[in-house]
Nanobody, 130 residues
C-alpha cells in the first residue's frame, strides 16, 4: 500500500513560484499515474495536473496550463508540481494521489475526477498574497 506525503507549500507573493513534492513510501510511485488536486475553503476539490504511469504524458487544468509543471523523479520515488506566476486564486490546500486503475492498466489516461484516485496525502497549504 502506498503512502503519500506532500511538502513544499507556504506563503508567497503573487507572481512568485513554489515547488511541491509528493513523496511515496510503501510502493513504487512510477507504477501509478499520479495527480495533484487542490481545495480552497468552501469549494470542492479540483483537478490540477496528472502524469501518466511510465510515459511522461502530462495533463493540466486549463486554469494552470502554462504556469504549472508536473514531473516525476523515479530515483526519489517522488512527483513534483512546479508552480510559477502564482495568483491569489491559486490559494488552496494541495493534495497528491495515485490513479487507482493505472496500476492495472498502464495505458489508461488519468482523468480529472477525484473519485478515480486514492491513497491521498494529508495536503500542503499554498497561500498567495496579492
Amino acid at each position: 500500500q502506498v503512502q503519500l506525503v506532500e511538502s513544499g507549500g507556504g506563503l508567497v507573493q503573487a507572481g512568485g513560484s513554489l515547488r511541491l513534492s509528493c513523496a511515496a513510501s510503501g510502493d513504487t510511485l512510477s507504477r501509478y499515474a499520479t495527480g495533484w488536486f487542490r481545495q480552497a475553503p468552501g469549494k470542492e476539490r479540483e483537478f490540477v495536473a496528472a502524469i501518466r504511469r511510465g510515459a511522461e504524458d502530462t495533463y493540466y487544468a486549463d486554469s494552470v496550463k502554462g504556469r504549472f509543471t508536473i514531473s516525476r523523479e523515479n530515483a526519489k520515488n517522488t512527483v513534483y508540481l512546479q508552480m510559477k506566476s502564482l495568483a491569489p486564486e491559486d490559494t488552496a490546500v494541495y493534495y497528491c494521489a495515485v490513479h487507482i486503475q493505472s496500476y492495472y492498466n498502464g495505458y489508461i489516461r488519468p482523468g480529472a475526477a477525484p473519485s478515480e484516485y486514492g491513497y491521498w496525502g494529508q495536503g500542503t497549504q499554498v497561500t498567495v498574497s496579492s
